[in-house]
């Protein structure tokens, strides 16, 4: 007989991605639900990694990600924010942004420890900082809006609390945080010894006329900061999980430690093949009007619908409120909606209160649109029968 086990996270079930996916398989729907591109990536890409794999760089590379790659980060990063970073000691390669998040919070967070966790948030947040023996303060983003409260953020500091965890651009909400709410981040962390864990994946997705304001920008921030980019959403390959973590040497010097014994290093032609790919900046400058365009076209097509449409300043998510649709519609849970949504009209999203610990239901639901034009369209027509 199997010994009987004691969950270390005994909150933590099938996801809603899982099922929604799912069910959009059984129902034959167009899946917007899940946030991963239908189409290819640039075939220069791929040849690079097999150019890579024919030159026989298949063995294990540099625990620290191989140093082409991290002198490409940190060019990138030079360009974009004017914010130098060392390849040696600064930063890091990792297996997928969620494993640096992992990493992250691992290397800093001890039992007893507090983290604030700005809600609705990613999933692997929560369960990461249990793992570690942590303890998630719950901060929620002011509903309708999705922007950072900042009396209630510094009213959720302690004591005890080691860190924050910032998303921007955010998912799900699609918001981007301003220089002023950067800034006030700034100064309340000042006088702390909070650490912050910005994740920035959807740094390459950010819509005219704004842009992105990476911690790195603010010194104050960029002392104290994990910060985490990930390439599988910026070139299309989000299979690939290949991201890196930036971070002052300390700070490095710790996420190290916990890095190597946990996947110890990253695939090797993937890392070889992107250095190669990054001499070239066009695709990640290029990126923010791939995706505007899209976002675009989702949009109008939702403004012939009874959705109400809310701001989308980043990502690739479009969240939509479903109070004016009809009574019998818009009285369903969000989960409940997605449901019947996959199911009666074959288009599969994503509810948000997924996104909460207790599932604050606000009745707005989110759809991926980094999709083939063509899919768009027929997710489009479907839904117009709203």
Same mark, same amino acid.
């Given at each position: 007989?199997?010994?009987?086990?004691?969950?270390?996270?005994?909150?933590?079930?099938?996801?809603?991605?899982?099922?929604?996916?799912?069910?959009?398989?059984?129902?034959?729907?167009?899946?917007?639900?899940?946030?991963?591109?239908?189409?290819?990536?640039?075939?220069?890409?791929?040849?690079?990694?097999?150019?890579?794999?024919?030159?026989?760089?298949?063995?294990?590379?540099?625990?620290?990600?191989?140093?082409?790659?991290?002198?490409?980060?940190?060019?990138?990063?030079?360009?974009?924010?004017?914010?130098?970073?060392?390849?040696?000691?600064?930063?890091?390669?990792?297996?997928?942004?969620?494993?640096?998040?992992?990493?992250?919070?691992?290397?800093?967070?001890?039992?007893?420890?507090?983290?604030?966790?700005?809600?609705?948030?990613?999933?692997?947040?929560?369960?990461?900082?249990?793992?570690?023996?942590?303890?998630?303060?719950?901060?929620?983003?002011?509903?309708?809006?999705?922007?950072?409260?900042?009396?209630?953020?510094?009213?959720?500091?302690?004591?005890?609390?080691?860190?924050?965890?910032?998303?921007?651009?955010?998912?799900?909400?699609?918001?981007?945080?301003?220089?002023?709410?950067?800034?006030?981040?700034?100064?309340?962390?000042?006088?702390?010894?909070?650490? #912050?864990?910005?994740?920035?994946?959807?740094?390459?997705?950010?819509?005219?006329?704004?842009?992105? #304001?990476?911690?790195?920008?603010?010194?104050?921030?960029?002392?104290?900061?994990?910060?985490?980019?990930?390439?599988?959403?910026?070139?299309?390959?989000?299979?690939?999980?290949?991201?890196?973590?930036?971070?002052?040497?300390?700070?490095?010097?710790?996420?190290?430690?916990?890095?190597?014994?946990?996947?110890?290093?990253?695939?090797? /032609?993937?890392?070889?093949?992107?250095?190669?790919?990054?001499?070239?900046?066009?695709?990640?400058?290029?990126?923010?009007?791939?995706?505007?365009?899209?976002?675009?076209?989702?949009?109008?097509?939702?403004?012939?619908?009874?959705?109400?449409?809310? /701001?989308?300043?980043?990502?690739?998510?479009?969240?939509?409120?479903?109070?004016?649709?009809?009574?019998?519609?818009?009285?369903?849970?969000?989960?409940?909606?997605?449901?019947?949504?996959?199911?009666?009209?074959?288009?599969?999203?994503?509810?948000?209160?997924?996104?909460?610990?207790?599932?604050?239901?606000?009745?707005?639901?989110?759809?991926?649109?980094?999709?083939?034009?063509?899919? #768009?369209?027929?997710?489009?027509?479907? #839904?117009?029968?709203?």
């Amino acid at each position: 007989m199997t010994p009987e086990i004691k969950t270390k996270l005994p909150n933590v079930g099938t996801t809603i991605f899982t099922v929604m996916s799912a069910l959009a398989q059984q129902k034959n729907a167009v899946n917007l639900g899940q946030g991963f591109p239908d189409f290819h990536c640039d075939p220069k890409l791929i040849n690079a990694v097999s150019q890579a794999m024919n030159q026989g760089l298949n063995q294990y590379p540099s625990m620290l990600g191989v140093l082409e790659l991290r002198q490409a980060i940190a060019k990138k990063i030079q360009n974009l924010y004017n914010t130098t970073y060392d390849p040696t000691d600064e930063i890091t390669v990792t297996a997928g942004a969620t494993q640096a998040i992992l990493n992250a919070i691992l290397a800093v967070v001890k039992t007893g420890d507090e983290v604030i966790v700005l809600e609705p948030c990613y999933d692997s947040y929560i369960p990461n900082i249990e793992m570690a023996g942590g303890t998630p303060v719950r901060v929620p983003l002011t509903p309708g809006t999705f922007r950072p409260d900042f009396e209630k953020i510094s009213a959720a500091i302690t004591p005890r609390t080691r860190a924050i965890i910032v998303n921007s651009p955010h998912n799900p909400s699609a918001t981007v945080w301003s220089d002023q709410e950067m800034k006030k981040l700034e100064e309340l962390l000042a006088p702390t010894q909070i650490l #912050l864990i910005s994740d920035e994946v959807y740094e390459h997705m950010v819509y005219a006329p704004l842009k992105h #304001l990476s911690a790195s920008c603010y010194p104050g921030l960029a002392e104290r900061a994990f910060i985490i980019s990930s390439f599988g959403k910026t070139y299309h390959v989000t299979g690939w999980k290949v991201a890196y973590c930036v971070a002052p040497p300390p700070l490095t010097t710790e996420f190290r430690k916990i890095h190597q014994f946990n996947v110890f290093t990253v695939n090797t /032609p993937v890392q070889y093949g992107l250095a190669e790919y990054m001499k070239d900046p066009k695709p990640y400058l290029e990126l923010p009007s791939f995706y505007q365009k899209k976002r675009d076209l989702f949009r109008a097509g939702l403004a012939n619908t009874h959705f109400k449409v809310l /701001p989308a300043q980043g990502t690739y998510f479009q969240c939509a409120s479903i109070e004016d649709l009809k009574v019998e519609e818009r009285n369903l849970s969000e989960a409940d909606f997605c449901k019947w949504l996959t199911s009666e009209i074959g288009v599969a999203a994503i509810p948000l209160s997924a996104f909460y610990a207790q599932a604050f239901d606000q009745k707005t639901i989110r759809f991926c649109f980094a999709k083939k034009d063509e899919t #768009l369209h027929t997710a489009l027509e479907r #839904l117009s029968k709203l």
